[in-house]
């Protein structure tokens, strides 16, 4: 265990805590400080006696560290001209203490048997003067330490040292004592090897990472600044190391010798530590001496003169993933192929496991590489460059400034800086920001611009204006930077944003060397809590600053590295809001340059001139409107002319307005020389250096130029204020339209982008639009559901339609304007007239469309025919093609069969169509998943898919016309594919987006790419074939995936199915594969279609090796051509290349050839071992020799090896790699879960507990296979989370196996039913548990521990000596476990994961599995040897299994088995189709259709004729077998496989979720079925009914509450409410509201006392009330009686989120998200008073207390209430509804850290950070009315006893761990909370003594007393415990 902790390694300073020297001790001169090459603080140790200053680890030398690492890690650095002494105490294995000391003051080696000294040789710093003086064969010098010694990381292998220089074995590491003089960072242990400067991908490739050597950890590193080398500033030391050293056994840096021409040994390689040991040589010395003398003889004898031979390769040469050696190859199987001959040609494979894509380049062994690339990328590179963005702003629109040569215009839009030729509208990009900018600056002479970005990453970059080039970037250490300011000179860059604790920080950066170096330093700093909108430097003293904000003006100055500032004295106008501020321009050469005016501007019209040498205040003049100036005014009265922002140069100033005027005024401001009115506040002005210009910028997105001797006014650009969320092209007259939330419609001109039309919806948000193809209107969709059509030459409305009731989601017009379609979010999809005026509507259908506002803009596509549309629906899981004039459906699509081949946890949905260009007759859709499929448009076959195209989901997608390529958007970038995938590298990916891209579209004559979302991109397309434009400026940045190496270029598919398994030498021709692998890529496959007409014409497939031996130009697209290529999918078995037809005709010969090939097994066969999988055991070593058939075992033939394969070739190797999640539903996957078990924590013995566990509510429809029933015994067990649940069915009541750490996946009982055994994987420290449980006595016999992940299913042999365990995909390891003694006796490790396990009843030592990609394998375990094996044997699928749904053979996995009677085995796969097969020959003989999904469970019983399956179609189905033998012999005659004709399925019964698990008894008529939605039901086919046993919530569980004495209730995230009986602890009503989650609950208080028993009496009790808040804002009221919803209200417009009722039953008190409480009433439904005081803050907790107030507390009331916020903010209240009185008589606010429990900072004002908090509790005590009990967040955790008399916490009482839950007892005599770390916590209310209690797999957020006090009931995730109350 000591080893576990340790692992992967162990930092010393931080697990003793130095910093507190409690654990550690030091002595003389040591302290803390700041080194500057790390940038972090290290500690040094310094004086003139090393004995006396030290630091020792641990405190005194008789403990003991114990750290079993065998590498030490000291990372230090010697003090310049000092000697300094290290001590280490390792002890050996014999308990002997040896002291390893090491010093620069040691001058030779010497050792004793319990001493090595050795001395330490210091290295001098690369280009230091020590480095030049040093003799020239050494660098490192003896003695002191040089001057310019580098921070040092030395590795001491202890094991290596005891072992050679003490012949001992090393065990662990004592104490550590560093001694003066020296600076130490840090101390590690480890048994890993870690090599500095290599990255993980680097190791990965050469291997070093299977061999324990790894790149240093983060923790371990040193600081590398970027673009330098880590070997160039610091040292990596090794002791010992393969080299000589002078002096011998020193420590010192190993120096790297050059070549030369005598023959030396090489470097030692990377990785290796320590010297490797040599095995002994064999030397044969039984020869005969005669043969001897002769070999002898051959020796000695003269040698004659050689002829000239061809070279022969002398050895081997070393080889790993990184060789550039070209004449060596590595095989399949890891074999080394060496190809003598130097001019061979040999072709190098290389393959990206990250990427999935692989190269291959061909290189001549005789010559060096050629540098020439082979791979095939998309062409031109780039294809696309970025010409012009339409938008300014972003963060905001204060920001545009002048060039200095005032001809560009320089302003921010999102994360781009745009610089605008003002003559031409020519753009050019500053590229580079990963947030919106929001702050630019430019120095005096032009040359260097600064600009820098918002957000909790501001940085600040620094470009050459005139290039373009960023020369330096660097982090601001604030947030939110919002201004910035350049010196005239550029040599100090001023910049002001928010400190972590939302202060004004301003910092003030060196410059000076930013073009030389790239150098940028912090000249000073400050905070300041004055407020700060604007800062400028002063144009005469870069260290001079001048700062505004509201009520101030500041003067700064930089002196002596410090930051200082004066407030100007403002005198009576201390109260104004300055927005901004500058520097008098105009100076006399007499005057000090000091002595200038600072002119700043208010929101009040007051321009304030500030004398900046005496620091006040010179002159105060307000610029008041036309109409006021003569009027007198003081300097509150009246309304001034609101000033943004002002501009000065030498004669005249420009200010900017709220009332969109810019006006000119002169220095005196007497009067307004020019002005110029704009359309909405103007926030930026600048003036040119010449004085004729004037910029000016609006918040409306405008930006014009004001040319002062023309008086003309010029609009440069105009911009949509918010996000743009569709567009459109007019083909007819090269015109945009775009819609944005800013509620406008514009029309732009394509070439110049100027605005044309706008048209503003102020009442309504425009959200789709569509050009008409031939008229100059337009249609638009509304988010109200509303649809018109504008005219745009009139300006006019044609049509306006109101049938969708949601968000247009789609609007389309076909290409012969026709028709116009639109559909909506809530489902409908309506057609209308386009050909008419007026549009009528023709047919309006609902439901047809999937809902949802995830599909907006383009839910529709219209073929480009005109006669079909395509859209996502019914569901999202079907894409429907219906006819374009009538809507009649044509063709429906199912999604979900389209399995993904990239493993999915979820089930795929679909998320855009498309109709690709007429002459592809294509219809692609994108998934959720990110795929993009490409299916047949006229018969909806998949021709062939492309994953992964983007990262987090595809936002639009585009063809052009000529088909030749893709455009997608998502991730914020653009991709243009090469349509037909031919390429190895198929794309080219650019930036720009700073958010989300709402759509993108070629223009029609495809020289142009738009793309929108925060702003209207416009791209150059050079994909027709015309030149890029030379670039000006910078071009966006283009990226695509990197190559591995320099010289492997990317291979292309179709050369990827080379296989060098069965020949050595390369060939010039691709071979025909005979077992193509898995492609991570494409192939290629060519549709040659015939157009003559629409259907009914066959098409010819080309697979493969016919496509290889085309030429790339007769593969390629021309206009004229209808072949289109194709690519195939990925798929595991495509057949041997071949031309079929697909013609309806097509031959049973034509379907014999379609049998896929990919492994076949014959018993005739030399079987080969190891394939399947390698032994994980070393005991159970793989059986090679010949087949052996064993007659007693039904004359079945069992290999002793793994896989037979038909063509002997070599296996497929990359198959045994990690895997992704599978796709089928069977296969567990463990619910995310972020919460860990408390490690420290009080259980109390078990006759001291307070709690007991009575009942567990629910059962986990997340495991499979974890509920197991046996009739005959009356065993019943089922889990919940962690928890194995044994009940009674008879009485109800249970027994809890509690035990397990994670989510329990599967169970498996014995055959005798006495064990039962329960897994669950690993979880933190914890390992994977399978524990076995005794039935009886409920306890736990023993916990085994195998696998490194989940295990996926158990199964007990028939005799029960054995169980077999399998692990999840990650692992694919299958344990066979000895039940006798718990031991290992068998393991193996499968290609592909496995779905499920059962043992054959007819034998007690064979099993079969199967899983994933149709693996079907039949496992023996041999027990004839001295060791167990594991012999395998691969089963062929029929191709009918695989293709039976689909014509293209995807990846059909096998997903359950089930033995029936006579050695039938019946499979399921995940299509549906369940088939049969004789277990005596391994061969299937029958299969059907009998689902239409996947099968995840089948159960049938010896000797029972029936057959049950559950699918994921929620059904549960009995099938008749009878007659399956004669079936089979029939097959057995024909020797083919039999349809299932002559099968019954007798009966169906729907479930509410899909089966994943089932056990019946042995006459099939009554069983036990679980269903993923977390219910158990009881089935009986006899009286065709199921009973519901157990039931849960699916999510989340979110508020319990209890109505009386014998009602619960309890709320979910999915939208239920369910009801419960608390006596039967049985779901009785549930009420389900579907897209909302159901937040909080509760009854009314009119409960009657009579118990609720229908059947009892006449006289019903009146049942309670049901309150429940919703997310949706809304409050429901359900009448248990009549057990329906009676009413709805709606006070809220966010979501409910705390719910009371007052105690005369009369109001509603609930509280929102946003903190108003709502006051309603549930007779009249009506919100009669809503409370404002926690506005800001989400309610997380509302009281009412059933006590009348008193004068004991100061109040009397008939009610008291009280509601906490987020805040930490609680309000009491009394109340007294019949008289409509609410008042509050207390307010508490309870302080906190201004950082979460993470440790994120707290800001004010933001309500995000609420939820990384814990929640504000509050209760009133029942035995005290005076007292408030509150747990939340705090400077503590603790609880809090509040007075209300006092007005005070009376007591506080300390708790372990933050309180998510809290409730007291009605009793008054405990309190229950509940916590993150899974802890129930039971605390006394007096004394605060608590104990805790475990059980639950998930953070506990309810915990809830009954009424009685004698149950507590705890809630984690979807689990409800009920606990006895024992105290």
Same mark, same amino acid.
């Given at each position: 265990m000591s080893k &576990?902790?340790?692992?992967?390694?162990?930092?010393?300073?931080?697990?003793?805590?130095?910093?507190?020297?409690?654990?550690?001790s030091k002595e003389g001169e040591v302290m803390p400080v700041m080194d500057k090459t790390l940038k972090c603080t290290v500690y040094r140790i310094s004086g003139s006696i090393p004995a006396g200053n030290y630091i020792q680890l641990p405190r005194t030398s008789t403990q003991s560290l114990g750290l079993t690492g065998r590498y030490l890690y000291l990372l230090f650095r010697p003090n310049a001209g000092k000697y300094f002494v290290v001590h280490?105490?390792?002890?050996?294995?014999?308990?002997?203490?040896v002291r390893i000391s090491f010093s620069n003051l040691f001058k030779e080696f010497k050792s004793s048997s319990t001493w090595l000294q050795l001395p330490f040789v210091c290295n001098a710093a690369k280009d230091s003067v020590d480095h030049y003086t040093a003799p020239a064969d050494k660098q490192a010098k003896q003695g002191p330490a040089p001057n310019s010694t580098k921070w040092t990381v030395l590795v001491l292998d202890f094991q290596y040292i005891l072992s050679m220089y003490l012949n001992r074995k090393y065990a662990y590491l004592k104490n550590v004592r560093l001694c003066a003089n020296l600076m130490v960072k840090n101390l590690f242990t480890s048994d890993m090897q870690y090599e500095p400067g290599i990255s993980l991908k680097k190791a990965k490739d050469t291997g070093l990472l299977a061999h324990g050597v790894a790149p240093i950890p983060r923790e371990m590193s040193f600081h590398l600044p970027k673009g330098d080398n880590w070997c160039d500033l610091y040292d990596y030391i090794r002791f010992p190391t393969c080299g000589s050293k002078v002096p011998f056994d020193s420590i010192q840096v190993a120096v790297s010798k050059k070549v030369s021409s005598s023959p030396q040994k090489p470097n030692p390689p990377l990785g290796m530590l320590s010297p490797q040991r040599v095995e002994p040589k064999q030397v044969h010395v039984d020869k005969k001496a005669d043969e001897r003398a002769t070999l002898m003889g051959n020796i000695t004898k003269p040698k004659k003169e050689r002829k000239h031979r061809p070279k022969v390769t002398a050895e081997l040469p070393a080889v790993h993933l990184s060789s550039k050696d070209p004449s060596v190859l590595v095989g399949q199987q890891g074999e080394v192929h060496v190809f003598a001959k130097d001019k061979d040609d040999v072709t190098l494979h290389r393959h990206d496991h990250k990427s999935g894509l692989s190269t291959s380049t061909k290189v001549t062994t005789g010559s060096p590489p050629m540098s020439k690339q082979f791979n095939k990328t998309l062409k031109p590179d780039p294809i696309l460059a970025l010409r012009r963005i339409v938008g300014f702003g972003g963060f905001s629109t204060t920001e545009a400034i002048w060039s200095m040569d005032g001809t560009h215009i320089i302003y921010p839009c999102h994360s781009v800086v745009v610089s605008m030729d003002a003559s031409n509208g020519v753009q050019k990009f500053f590229l580079g920001h990963t947030d919106k900018v929001s702050c630019l600056a430019m120095n005096g002479n032009g040359t260097f611009l600064a600009s820098g970005q918002t957000g909790r990453l501001s940085v600040v970059r620094v470009w050459n204006f005139q290039s373009g080039q960023c020369l330096a970037m660097f982090k601001t250490h604030v947030h939110s930077l919002f201004a910035l300011s350049f010196s005239v000179s550029g040599r100090t860059l001023c910049g002001v944003g928010k400190d972590g604790h939302g202060k004004n920080m301003i910092v003030v950066w060196n410059t000076s060397k930013v073009k030389r170096s790239g150098d940028v330093d912090v000249l000073a700093k400050a905070h300041t809590d004055v407020d700060i909108v604007r800062v400028r430097v002063a144009p005469f003293d870069d260290l001079r600053i001048a700062t505004c904000g509201r009520d101030n003006v500041r003067l700064w100055r930089v002196r002596s590295g410090q930051l200082r500032s004066a407030p100007v004295n403002l005198g009576d106008y201390h109260v104004a809001e300055f927005t901004d501020l500058c520097f008098e321009a105009t100076h006399h050469p007499s005057r000090d340059p000091a002595d200038r005016l600072i002119l700043a501007?208010?929101?009040?019209?007051?321009?304030? =001139? &500030?004398?900046?040498?005496?620091?006040?205040?010179?002159? *105060?003049?307000?610029?008041?409107?036309?109409?006021?100036?003569?009027?007198?005014?003081?300097?509150r009265s009246g309304s001034g002319i609101s000033l943004n922002c002002m501009c000065v140069n030498a004669s005249f100033c420009a200010t900017g307005s709220d009332d969109g005027m810019l006006r000119l005024w002169p220095?005196?401001?007497?009067?307004?020389?020019?002005?110029?009115?704009?359309?909405?506040?103007?926030?930026?002005?600048? &003036?040119?250096?010449?004085?004729?210009? &004037?910029?000016?910028? $609006?918040?409306?997105?405008?930006?014009? *130029?004001?040319?002062? !001797?023309?008086?003309?006014? $010029?609009?440069?650009?105009?911009?949509? $204020?918010?996000?743009?969320?569709?567009?459109?092209f007019d083909p007819l007259h090269r015109n945009i339209a775009t819609v944005s939330r800013d509620r406008t419609i514009r029309v732009w001109d394509v070439q110049t982008l100027q605005q044309l039309y706008d048209f503003s919806t102020p009442q309504e948000c425009p959200c789709a639009i569509t050009f008409h193809p031939s008229l100059q209107c337009f249609a638009c969709g509304f988010e109200s559901g509303c649809v018109r059509v504008f005219n745009i030459a009139s300006t006019s409305l044609v049509a306006e339609h109101r049938e969708h009731r949601g968000k247009v989601t789609g609007l389309a017009f076909p290409p012969n304007a026709q028709y116009l379609y639109s559909c909506c979010s809530m489902g409908s999809i309506a057609l209308y007239d386009a050909s008419h005026e007026g549009y009528q509507v023709m047919r309006l259908l609902g439901n047809a469309v999937a809902k949802g506002n995830q599909y907006a803009p383009d839910m529709l596509s219209v073929s480009g025919d005109s006669k079909y549309v395509a859209y996502v629906g019914p569901s999202e899981f079907t894409v429907t093609v219906a006819d374009g004039k009538s809507l009649d459906e044509m063709l429906r699509i199912d999604i979900t069969s389209m399995g993904p081949d990239v493993d999915q946890a979820v089930i795929d949905t679909a998320l855009r169509v498309y109709f690709s260009p007429l002459k592809a007759r294509q219809l692609l859709v994108v998934t959720t998943t990110n795929r993009l499929l490409r299916l047949d448009s006229r018969t909806g076959r998949l021709m062939n898919e492309i994953s992964n195209i983007h990262r987090s989901g595809c936002t639009s997608i585009d063809v052009p016309s000529n088909c030749r390529h893709l455009a997608t958007a998502g991730d914020k970038v653009v991709k243009i594919w090469d349509y037909h995938m031919r390429l190895d590298i198929n794309f080219q990916v650019f930036i720009g987006h700073s958010e989300a891209i709402k759509k993108l579209m070629f223009s029609p004559d495809m020289l142009s790419l738009i793309s929108v979302g925060e702003a209207i991109f416009v791209w150059d397309f050079f994909?027709?074939?015309?030149?890029?434009?030379?670039?000006?400026?910078?071009?966006?940045?283009?990226?695509?995936?990197?190559?591995?190496?320099?010289?492997?270029?990317?291979?292309?598919?179709?050369?990827?199915?080379?296989?060098?398994?069965? !020949?050595?030498?390369?060939?010039?021709?691709?071979?025909?594969?005979?077992?193509?692998?898995?492609?991570?890529?494409?192939?290629?496959?060519?549709?040659?279609?015939?157009?003559?007409?629409?259907?009914?014409?066959?098409?010819e497939v080309l697979i493969g090796a016919d496509l290889e031996s085309r030429t790339e130009e007769e593969i390629s697209t021309t206009e004229n051509e209808d072949a289109i290529p194709e690519t195939l999918g990925f798929s595991s078995r495509v057949k041997p290349h071949r031309r079929v037809h697909t013609h309806s005709t097509t031959t049973e010969e034509d379907e014999d050839d379609l049998v896929p090939v990919r492994l076949r097994s014959s018993n005739n066969v030399k079987l080969k071992a190891g394939i399947a999988g390698d032994n994980l055991m070393p005991k159970t070593s793989m059986v090679t020799d010949n087949v052996r058939s064993k007659d007693n075992i039904g004359n079945k033939a069992r290999p002793k090896a793994n896989i037979v394969r038909e063509d002997n070739s070599p296996p497929d190797i990359s198959s045994m790699e990690l895997h992704n999640k599978p796709s089928t539903h069977r296969h567990f996957i463990r619910r995310e879960n972020d919460s860990i078990l408390a490690q420290r924590r009080y259980i109390a013995p078990p006759n001291q507990a307070g709690l007991k566990l009575k009942s567990v509510l629910g059962y986990n429809g997340n495991g499979r296979g974890n509920m197991v029933w046996h009739a005959d015994a009356g065993l019943f067990a089922y889990t919940s989370g962690c928890v194995a649940i044994l009940e009674d069915l008879n009485t109800g009541s249970q027994r809890h196996l509690i035990g397990h750490v994670s989510e329990i996946s599967t169970l498996a009982l014995q055959n005798d039913c006495q064990t039962l055994a329960s897994a669950s994987g690993a979880s933190g420290l914890t390992s994977s548990q399978i524990c076995l449980w005794e039935v009886q006595g409920a306890v736990c016999k023993k916990v085994l521990s195998y696998h490194d992940h989940d295990i996926v299913c158990l199964a007990f042999s028939r005799d029960d000596r054995f169980l077999i365990s399998v692990g999840d995909y990650r692992e694919r390891a299958i344990v066979v476990w000895n039940i006798m003694d718990y031991s290992v006796i068998a393991a193996s490790k499968t290609a592909l994961p496995v779905h499920s396990v059962q043992w054959d009843p007819y034998a007690t030592n064979e099993f079969a599995t199967v899983g994933e990609k149709s693996t079907m394998l039949f496992w023996l375990l041999d027990e004839t040897q001295e060791r167990y094996n594991l012999n395998v044997h691969e089963a062929t699928i029929p191709h009918e299994i695989i293709a039976s749904k689909q014509r293209v053979q995807t990846d059909v996995s096998?997903?359950?088995?089930?033995?029936?009677?006579?050695?039938?085995?019946?499979?399921?796969?995940?299509?549906?189709?369940?088939?049969?097969?004789?277990?005596?020959?391994?061969?299937?003989?029958?299969?059907?259709?009998? =689902?239409?999904? =996947?099968?995840?469970?089948?159960?049938?019983?010896?000797?029972?004729?029936?057959?049950? $399956?559950?699918?994921?179609?929620?059904?549960?189905?009995?099938?008749?077998?009878?007659?399956?033998?004669?079936?089979?012999?029939?097959?057995?005659?024909?020797?083919?496989?039999?349809?299932?004709?002559?099968?019954?399925?007798?009966? =169906?019964?729907?479930?509410?979720?899909a089966v994943v698990s089932a056990s019946f008894d042995d006459t099939m008529d009554i069983g036990v079925v679980g269903t993923d939605a977390g219910t158990l039901w009881y089935i009986n086919w006899v009286e065709r009914s199921c009973v519901r046993l157990v039931s849960t919530h699916t999510m989340k569980i979110t508020d319990l509450a209890f109505g009386g004495q014998d009602l619960f209730a309890s709320s979910s995230e999915d939208g239920s409410v369910r009801v419960w009986s608390l006596s039967e602890m049985e779901q009785t009503v549930q009420f389900q509201i579907q897209q909302q989650s159901c937040n909080c609950i509760t009854f009314s208080h009119q409960l009657s006392q009579s118990a609720i028993n229908p059947d009892s009496s006449t006289q019903r009790a009146v049942l309670p009330k049901l309150f429940a808040g919703y997310s949706d804002g809304t409050l429901r009221v359900f009448d248990l009686g009549k057990v329906e919803l009676v009413l709805k209200m709606h006070p809220h417009a966010v979501a409910v989120t705390a719910i009371a009722t007052s105690a005369d039953g009369r109001v509603i008190l609930s509280g929102g998200q946003d903190g108003l409480i709502a006051v309603s009433s549930p007779a009249t439904g009506m919100t009669v008073r809503v409370i404002n005081d926690h506005k800001g803050a989400p309610i997380t907790d509302i009281k009412v207390s059933m006590k009348q107030g008193d004068d004991d507390v100061g109040f009397k009331s008939p009610s008291v209430w009280m509601a906490a916020g987020a805040d930490r903010r609680v309000s009491v209240w009394t109340a007294d509804w019949s008289s409509d009185k609410c008042e509050m008589i207390d307010w508490l606010s309870f302080p906190a850290p201004a950082f979460a429990p993470d440790g994120t900072i707290i800001k004010k004002g933001e309500t995000s950070v609420f939820d990384l908090l814990p929640p504000s509790l509050v209760q009133f005590s029942p035995i005290d009315s005076d007292t408030i009990i509150y747990a939340g967040y705090g400077m503590q955790k603790q609880i809090q006893f509040y007075s209300l008399s006092q007005k005070k916490a009376a007591r506080t009482t300390a708790v372990t761990h933050w309180p998510t839950s809290i409730d007291v007892s009605p009793t008054g005599h405990v309190i229950a909370t509940g916590s993150t770390e899974r802890l129930v916590k039971l605390m006394d209310y007096t004394e605060g003594s608590f104990q805790d209690f475990i059980g639950h797999n998930d953070a506990v957020q309810l915990v809830a007393f009954t009424p009685s006090g004698k149950l507590l009931f705890t809630v984690a995730f979807n689990e409800i415990f009920v606990w006895e109350v024992q105290v």
């Open positions: &576990i902790w340790q692992h992967p390694f162990v930092n010393l300073f931080k697990h003793y805590h130095v910093e507190e020297w409690k654990k550690s280490l105490d390792v002890v050996t294995d014999d308990d002997l203490v501007c208010t929101r009040s019209g007051h321009i304030f =001139e &500030i004398d900046h040498a005496r620091v006040s205040v010179a002159h *105060v003049r307000r610029l008041l409107p036309v109409d006021k100036t003569k009027e007198k005014s003081t300097f220095l005196d401001f007497s009067s307004v020389y020019l002005e110029a009115e704009h359309e909405g506040p103007v926030t930026a002005v600048s &003036i040119s250096n010449d004085g004729l210009r &004037i910029l000016a910028g $609006t918040t409306t997105g405008n930006i014009g *130029v004001l040319n002062i !001797s023309t008086r003309s006014y $010029t609009t440069l650009m105009r911009s949509h $204020t918010d996000q743009v969320l569709s567009f459109s994909g027709t074939g015309r030149e890029p434009a030379p670039k000006e400026g910078r071009s966006p940045t283009k990226s695509f995936l990197a190559q591995n190496d320099g010289s492997t270029p990317f291979r292309s598919p179709v050369r990827r199915s080379l296989n060098l398994g069965n !020949s050595l030498v390369p060939r010039k021709g691709a071979p025909k594969p005979t077992t193509p692998d898995k492609l991570d890529d494409f192939s290629t496959m060519h549709m040659i279609q015939n157009t003559d007409s629409d259907t009914g014409q066959s098409a096998l997903t359950c088995l089930q033995y029936g009677g006579d050695s039938v085995l019946f499979v399921g796969t995940s299509t549906g189709v369940l088939s049969a097969w004789d277990t005596r020959h391994n061969t299937c003989f029958m299969h059907w259709e009998a =689902e239409t999904s =996947e099968i995840g469970v089948l159960v049938c019983r010896f000797g029972s004729s029936r057959l049950i $399956t559950g699918s994921c179609s929620r059904n549960l189905r009995l099938w008749s077998m009878y007659g399956v033998g004669e079936l089979r012999l029939a097959a057995d005659n024909i020797s083919n496989q039999a349809s299932g004709k002559g099968l019954v399925m007798e009966d =169906e019964m729907p479930l509410d979720g």
